[in-house]
């Protein structure tokens, strides 16, 4: 095996190879490590690399094509809205409950699966992924109180309160359609 067909290679795996997908070749291994030292190519981790020469890489770009059902949500929609001071060390992606994903490797993922209604309440379009919105991830925030820690719930609330785009009544219409609505309340109130 040489350069170019393990260049073909990233290409077909949309920049991402595993050790697998050389089928164990020794060379591979010595050009491999030559394109590491060059730049072109990145070791994820043991057995993971990514090709960094089809240009500018967008993780959230990769997840939208890797998993087009799926909505960004919890920690990660709670990191891009500035909700939550928490950087996941995962991607928490939402899936509809009778779907069957094919969860990858890499990007690392850590996967829902929601009731049809829990799923497709407050979906937006962000760049080129799917996300709740805001109201929709305070929701979550409050409905998964009891996984999530209080800490975090109570973070994500007072950021939302202190936002200037907050929409009160969008947030308890999504309450009342997630039965959250007595939780929430006495929350908000404390914060006004």
């Known amino acids: 095996m040489n350069k170019e067909k393990i260049i073909q290679g990233f290409k077909q795996h949309n920049g991402w190879l595993k050790s697998k997908d050389f089928n164990y070749q020794p060379p591979v291994y010595t050009i491999l490590n030559d394109m590491i030292a060059a730049g072109e190519v990145q ?5 993971l690399y990514q090709y960094l020469s089809l240009g500018n890489y967008n993780e959230l ?21 500035e909700l939550s001071t928490t950087i996941p060390f995962q991607h928490h992606l939402a899936f509809e409950h009778k779907a069957n994903p094919q969860i990858r490797d890499y990007p690392p993922v850590k996967p829902y699966y929601w009731s049809q209604i829990q799923f497709e309440l407050g979906i937006v379009q962000h760049q080129k992924i799917k996300m709740y919105d805001r109201e929709k991830c305070v929701c979550d925030a409050v409905k998964f109180r009891n996984k999530v820690g209080e800490e975090i719930t109570l973070e994500v609330l007072k950021n939302y309160m202190q936002s200037k785009t907050r929409n009160i009544e969008k947030l308890m219409l999504y309450a009342k359609q997630m039965r959250i609505e007595k939780i929430i309340n006495p929350l908000l109130k404390s914060m006004l």
């Open 43 to 47: 070791k994820v981790k043991n057995g």
């Open 61 to 81: 770009e990769n997840l939208a094509m890797l998993y087009p059902n799926a909505v960004l949500c919890l920690f990660s929609a709670w990191h891009y809205y």
